[in-house]
């Protein structure tokens, strides 16, 4: 008989713990759905050569949702899709708002394909808008002609520009193309000349820079590092 009242202050305690949660449920329930809470306002910074118009294909139909609910990091995740966007974080902004900051691609090259058609891309290979051109330097790459690989030979160039060392990336000219083995650039040097640097595949990226740069002073205007254990000068 003693335990009779325990149990009856706990069955009580459980008893209003459960009202507290159903009644905590019922307010957001209800805040969820406040027309002060609705999203009202989407404000976007950090875009530079992007339309904010292809920004706002992505946000806009969130317009009237709950500001308590909205998904920031699918929102940011949908938004790295737009072409030219590498990354954006989105905020709430209290009550009715929602803040995105855009982070774009950095254009580096400007790639001619086999079929005349031209792209400016990133150093991951991405094709970004034609307005992120303006006011960049891009290194030119080709994709020859003659080519039986078009699409592996621009994968192989924008793959060997991206792995190329510090010092000799900055000195690039142009580079070209007709297969994914026969990747080739011209180097602008000090002296004011130019070398020419057969690299061949995207391959030992570390090993073909550490012996481009100990040929440069050696004769000749072409350094062939294709098979970077056998060099060739002439």
Do not use: N
Request: without cysteine.
């Amino acid at each position: 008989m003693a335990g009779r009242p325990w149990r009856r202050r706990r069955r009580a305690i459980i008893a209003g713990a459960v009202v507290v949660t159903l009644a905590l449920i019922g307010v957001l329930s209800a805040a969820i759905w406040l027309p002060a809470l609705r999203l009202q306002q989407i404000s976007v910074s950090g875009l530079g050569y992007v339309e904010e118009q292809a920004v706002r294909s992505h946000l806009d139909p969130r317009l009237g949702d709950s500001v308590l609910l909205l998904p920031t990091d699918a929102i940011g995740e949908d938004l790295a899709t737009v072409p030219g966007i590498e990354s954006a974080q989105v905020e709430r902004r209290w009550p009715d708002g929602m803040h995105v900051t855009v982070v774009e691609s950095e254009p580096v090259a400007h790639l001619t394909r086999a079929d005349g058609t031209v792209a400016v891309i990133d150093a991951a290979g991405e094709e970004l808008p034609a307005a992120a051109a303006e006011g960049a330097t891009l290194i030119p790459l080709r994709v020859g002609t003659t080519s039986q690989d078009p699409d592996g030979a621009a994968e192989a160039m924008t793959e060997v520009l991206a792995e190329l060392p510090d010092p000799i990336r900055p000195a690039v000219q142009d580079m070209t193309a007709t297969s994914p083995s026969d990747v080739t650039f011209t180097l602008a040097l000090e002296d004011g000349s130019t070398k020419s640097v057969v690299w061949g595949d995207a391959r030992d990226a570390e090993l073909k820079g550490d012996v481009v740069q100990a040929l440069i002073p050696q004769p000749g205007s072409v350094i062939d590092v294709s098979s970077p254990v056998a060099p060739v000068t002439r």
